[in-house]
């Protein structure tokens, strides 16, 4: 589990074909590296990678190629910048929300426009994510946990401030670039029940003594 706090940034060092999978070696700006272990989770653009090597400066991970197709992990090159969060562990404060690291899809910017000392960028989702997106609810964009600020159909608009502007990866997107969208999964749990209550009438009065 993550919470959509990026700790730091990457950079791609090497990213080998193997066969329709990829072995991506990344280089953190500022990770304690000297705590990862074998097997660790590290949320990498947003998407959940299990570290299969590392050293003090570098660490690899294996994507599938499905996770190719279906995320920006498939268009990366060598000098690309990441956004970086290491796995929440027991203890530490929840400062965004709760995020898998699982992409529902990917969104395309369709404007940036400065908002104050903030900006304001507005996406464009696929049809099948519209409906878990709620105003002032949250999405996590490339990894990133933020506040939606208005919704009007398949599109969505949020607030970067100058922080995470300068600090995350979002402060390079120009429009027309796609990013990965994870929503909100307390939305999915509820669509889930509601589907649940729907094909049961009934059931859902029934307690348990």
Not at 13 to 41: A, E, F
Not at 173 to 198: C, F, K
Request: aromatic fraction near 4%.
């Amino acid at each position: 589990m993550f919470t959509g706090i990026v700790s730091t940034t990457g950079s791609i060092q090497q990213l080998d074909m193997l066969n329709g999978d990829c072995r991506l070696v990344i280089k953190p700006r500022d990770m304690d590296l000297g705590r990862v272990r074998l097997g660790d989770s590290i949320a990498v653009a947003g998407v959940c990678l299990t570290v299969i090597a590392a050293d003090e400066q570098q660490f690899s991970a294996d994507v599938s190629g499905e996770t190719l197709s279906l995320t920006t992990l498939g268009v990366l090159q060598t000098g690309d910048r990441v956004n970086l969060e290491a796995a929440l562990t027991a203890g530490e404060p929840l400062g965004g929300h709760l995020v898998s690291g699982h992409v529902d899809g990917l969104a395309q910017v369709l404007e940036i426009a400065p908002d104050g000392r903030s900006r304001r960028l507005r996406f464009e989702l696929p049809e099948s994510l519209k409906k878990y997106i709620a105003r002032k609810g949250s999405v996590c964009i490339d990894g990133v946990s933020l506040t939606i600020n208005d919704v009007a159909g398949r599109e969505f608009d949020v607030n970067l401030i100058p922080l995470t502007w300068e600090q995350t990866t979002l402060g390079g997107l120009l429009v027309g670039d796609s990013v990965n969208i994870e929503v909100d999964m307390l939305a999915r749990y509820m669509e889930r029940l509601l589907d649940q209550t729907q094909q049961s009438p009934g059931q859902a009065d029934k307690g348990i003594c």
